[in-house]
């Protein structure tokens, strides 16, 4: 049986193919960054970003990853059972009733809503 060159390669592709979609499937939980692009979603770890005090990948409104970065250096984040008049006064300084979960202001309402 004879293999032509344009067969080789369909079937090298094919294999390769299979092989990555194996290993997407082990690394799901995994934080997996490629030249700094998101590409999965993630948890919250400390910023990159100057000024700035926490970082995390979040599923963008277009169907694609984005970074996001939320929070004031050096300023404490009440948030279980911290002052009540504090959190009160940033909630309604940012407007946290219409913030959406994947944007910095909602990331940063939801630190301070933990009750």
Request: net charge positive; charged share 40%.
């Amino acid at each position: 049986m004879k293999i032509t060159k344009s067969q080789l390669k369909q079937i090298i592709k094919e294999e390769l193919d299979n092989v990555l979609d194996e290993q997407e499937i082990d690394e799901d939980d995994e934080v997996i960054e490629e030249k700094g692009r998101c590409t999965k979603v993630t948890k919250k770890t400390s910023s990159t970003r100057k000024g700035k005090k926490w970082m995390k990948c979040v599923k963008s409104d277009s169907g694609g990853y984005k970074r996001i970065h939320w929070g004031q250096k050096g300023v404490r984040v009440t948030g279980k059972s911290g002052n009540t008049k504090r959190k009160k006064s940033f909630k309604a300084r940012h407007g946290c009733a219409g913030a959406k979960s994947n944007t910095p202001k909602g990331q940063a309402c939801k630190d301070w809503a933990e009750e």
